[in-house]
């Protein structure tokens, strides 16, 4: 089993204030996949990155696929209430199969 | 925007019993995975099932559990005499392709309560 660490595990933060959320491994893995999941749903895919060294920014968030690809961090600019929710990285080895982890519980303070 | 849609939302059932979860994955979709997530836990990967048998599996995955398509539109998962401890949240979720630049996406899940 390949074991994913996602620190913090609660966050909460003021309004405005900047962040950043971190997935580690002692595992390569060929992608990894960010998701956001709210109560009473399923993950919702953010980014994919493939590639070691990989930046993708979507709007306020920027997401870094490690240059070993043991590793990912997101970073969220200027936070709002509305990025309020559970933030999962995931992890792809062989085939298909996905290692979730441990999940970052984000609440943004109005 | 397509979705994996699944039913029932919640499933309250008491220990012993078999429950079927059942899932519409997306329709052009080939891959289809069901994962579980434990209250207050992280989400685990059970199956993935690819042209009509299952491709990987994990450990959680025993004789247990089954997977099915049983015509072209539902994919289910067959739980047999439940227990306690396969109380959770149950995802399914489909990809257009196996390879690392597809998304998997996930449906908004069932609840499974056994009593």
């Known amino acids: 089993t390949q074991l994913l660490e996602q620190s913090p595990q609660f966050l909460s933060i003021q309004e405005g204030e900047n962040l950043t959320v971190y997935c580690n491994s002692s595992?390569?893995?060929?992608?990894l996949q960010w998701y956001r999941q709210e109560p009473g749903e399923g993950p919702v895919l953010l980014v994919t990155v493939v590639t070691g060294g990989e930046v993708k920014k979507l709007k306020r968030l920027t997401f870094q696929f490690g240059d070993a690809r043991k590793d990912s961090s997101l970073h969220i600019t200027a936070a709002q209430p509305g990025d309020t929710g559970l933030y999962l990285c995931?992890?792809?080895?062989?085939?298909?199969?996905?290692?979730f982890g441990t999940g970052t519980s984000l609440t943004v303070i109005p | 925007e397509p979705e994996v849609t699944q039913t029932p939302s919640h499933q309250v059932t008491q220990m012993g019993q078999e429950v079927i979860l059942r899932c519409v994955p997306i329709s052009n979709h080939l891959y289809f995975y069901w994962y579980r997530q434990i209250l207050g836990q992280k989400v685990e990967f059970l199956v993935s099932?690819?042209?009509?048998?299952?491709?990987?599996k994990s450990e959680i995955f025993d004789d247990q559990f089954s997977v099915e398509r049983p015509d072209g539109s539902n994919f289910t998962l067959k739980i047999r005499s439940t227990k306690l401890e396969d109380s959770a949240m149950y995802f399914c979720a489909s990809s257009a392709r196996r390879d690392r630049y597809q998304p998997q996406h996930f449906g908004d899940g069932t609840r499974l309560s056994i009593l």
């Open positions: 099932f690819y042209n009509n048998e299952i491709s990987e």
């Open positions: 595992s390569v893995f060929s992608s």
């Open positions: 995931a992890g792809a080895s062989t085939g298909n199969q996905f290692y």
